[in-house]
């Protein structure tokens, strides 16, 4: 994502106003777009639509919403790192021309996954057979976004990339609420439907237009799950400990059923729903600023290394490197600081506005600091994982699920009053935890770098310089053979 983060940068430069909004905008739609686009579109059709359905068929609209984007993010954990490790090596060795077909062909096996899951989950309510097709669709459809919006990293026109996703919440919004006045919940949810067919025929449109197709399937995406095994575990145990806390609110907490698994929170999950937004500005600031500054730093590093410069000069790199760091986390830490503080000052009115109870207010508060934590948590795990300490982040990331559980368990025993201390907790301790790892990674990072380096043939460099590792690998052992 570094390099989207470049050229959002060349659109700051513009020191102009206008040049920064392009370019804070760009970086929202990109890190955040599906969430985005996704909350106004409810929003609007929530308030809209409430004339045509009944208190059952919003609460089941919005619940087969919630789910959706519970089970995609969930299960596409397990395969959200590996496959950006794999775009990660096709940039570097600059196999662009094989893209499209690569995110097709990944793209098979999500689909096929998703649709056995959705129809297994939807398989155990009591709803109508259109509800259920419909909801089977807009599972396929959300968890198809996930897979674009990795490959997005690779295009350049943003502005096609925004007007997809302004396209698609128009459409949304505007097809639920005509829909629903004739076809009630299952209308709502074909206008949801029809807005993310827009988005994501868009986004795949913006793909071929730039990288085209060439006619062959690549099963080279299995070999990375084998090769980076370990990788599965990063994504799958961060979503995991995200949603834990609001599945157990959903079946243990004051819900109520909808039909079979479905349940409807109207407490805890609809105001930490609502905190999570303050998220979108710091995941911008982290994209456009931070990891920018960071990767220039860290590139330099292992330049000098690869250049043999002197022991001085790579002890001096890394210190510009930790003082990179730091000075932009200082950037976020304060604009984040400052965000929270005034959710937490004006949360009646906040919740007043988007037409939730003032009772929810502590939870609110509540969880915008957690989220506060969770963030800074995310970000540094995102660092480690550049040092790759990967099993580091496992351990971070498991640490947080468990936390979340039994911290939640207990806000669940103790009663309302408690609620959303559980999340905040888990938050808390991944950041204190996300700290400790990462302050003892840069300190050592200089150490591991030579240590761990395999011992290779000098002969392979000499290769290396115009093909990928595999390939030279594979010349020396044919002739060896």
């Given amino acids: 994502m570094a390099g989207i983060g470049f050229?959002?940068?060349?659109?700051?430069?513009?020191?102009?106003?206008?040049?920064?909004?392009?370019?804070?905008?760009?970086?929202?739609?990109?890190?955040?777009?599906?969430?985005?686009?996704?909350?106004i579109s409810l929003a609007v059709t929530q308030l809209f639509s409430a004339r045509y359905l009944t208190i059952q068929e919003a609460d089941t609209f919005t619940t087969s919403i919630t789910y959706t984007f519970a089970l995609s993010l969930i299960t596409f954990g397990l395969m959200d790192a590996v496959i950006t490790r794999y775009l990660a090596d096709k940039l570097f060795?600059?196999?662009?021309?094989?893209?499209?077909?690569?995110?097709?062909?990944?793209?098979?096996?999500?689909?096929?996954?998703?649709?056995?899951?959705?129809?297994?989950?939807?398989?155990?309510?009591?709803?109508?057979?259109?509800?259920k097709l419909a909801g089977i669709s807009l599972h396929v459809l959300v968890s198809s976004l996930w897979v674009v919006m990795i490959f997005l990293?690779?295009?350049?026109?943003?502005?096609?990339?925004?007007?997809?996703?302004?396209?698609?919440?128009?459409?949304?919004?505007?097809?639920?609420?005509?829909?629903?006045?004739?076809?009630?919940?299952?209308?709502?949810?074909?206008?949801?439907?029809?807005?993310?067919?827009?988005?994501?025929?868009?986004?795949?449109?913006?793909?071929?237009?730039?990288?085209?197709?060439?006619?062959?399937?690549?099963?080279?995406?299995?070999?990375?799950?084998?090769?980076?095994?370990?990788?599965?575990?990063?994504?799958?145990?961060?979503?995991?400990?995200?949603?834990?806390?609001?599945?157990?609110?959903?079946?243990?907490?004051?819900?109520?059923?909808?039909?079979?698994?479905?349940?409807?929170?109207?407490?805890?999950?609809?105001?930490?729903?609502?905190?999570?937004v303050t998220m979108i500005p710091a995941l911008t600031?982290?994209?456009?600023?931070?990891?920018?500054?960071?990767?220039?730093?860290?590139?330099?590093?292992?330049?000098?290394?690869?250049?043999?410069?002197?022991?001085?000069?790579?002890?001096?790199?890394k210190e510009q490197?930790?003082?990179?760091?730091?000075?932009?986390?200082?950037?976020?830490?304060?604009?984040?600081?400052?965000?929270?503080l005034s959710c937490v000052v004006f949360a009646p009115v906040i919740l007043n506005f988007f037409k939730l109870r003032q009772e929810l207010v502590a939870i609110f508060q509540i969880g915008t600091i957690g989220v506060f934590f969770q963030v800074l948590m995310v970000m540094m795990g995102i660092i480690i994982l550049y040092f790759n300490g990967i099993q580091k982040v496992i351990f971070l990331y498991a640490a947080f699920f468990v936390t979340n559980l039994l911290f939640s368990l207990l806000s669940l025993k103790w009663g309302f009053p408690t609620y959303g201390y559980g999340f905040t907790a888990a938050c808390f301790i991944g950041f204190i935890m996300a700290y400790r790892l990462l302050e003892k990674q840069i300190q050592n990072f200089d150490y591991e770098t030579f240590v761990y380096q395999p011992i290779m043939s000098p002969n392979i460099y000499k290769i290396q310089e115009t093909e990928p590792l595999e390939h030279a690998q594979f010349k020396m052992e044919t002739k060896s053979g």
């Fill in 321 to 340: 490197l930790i003082l990179s760091l730091r000075a932009s986390a200082r950037l976020l830490v304060t604009f984040q600081i400052g965000l929270c």
């Fill in 285 to 317: 600031i982290f994209l456009v600023k931070i990891e920018t500054s960071f990767y220039i730093a860290f590139r330099a590093f292992y330049q000098a290394i690869e250049a043999k410069k002197g022991l001085t000069e790579i002890l001096k790199i």
């Fill in 153 to 276: 990293s690779a295009t350049k026109n943003y502005i096609a990339i925004a007007i997809s996703f302004l396209a698609g919440a128009i459409v949304s919004a505007l097809a639920s609420i005509e829909f629903s006045r004739d076809f009630g919940a299952v209308g709502a949810l074909g206008g949801v439907i029809l807005g993310q067919a827009v988005i994501l025929g868009g986004l795949v449109w913006r793909l071929y237009h730039e990288f085209q197709f060439y006619p062959f399937f690549s099963n080279e995406i299995f070999y990375y799950y084998r090769k980076y095994a370990s990788l599965i575990w990063v994504g799958f145990l961060y979503n995991a400990g995200l949603w834990v806390d609001k599945i157990l609110f959903w079946f243990l907490g004051p819900s109520i059923r909808i039909s079979g698994p479905f349940y409807s929170d109207e407490l805890y999950g609809s105001a930490l729903y609502l905190s999570y």
């Fill in 7 to 39: 050229r959002l940068k060349k659109i700051l430069a513009d020191d102009t106003y206008t040049g920064l909004i392009k370019g804070y905008f760009f970086g929202s739609v990109l890190s955040s777009g599906p969430w985005i686009f996704t909350i």
């Fill in 93 to 131: 060795f600059k196999e662009v021309r094989i893209l499209f077909a690569s995110f097709i062909s990944i793209l098979s096996p999500v689909l096929l996954l998703q649709v056995t899951l959705a129809s297994l989950l939807y398989s155990f309510a009591d709803f109508s057979w259109s509800y």
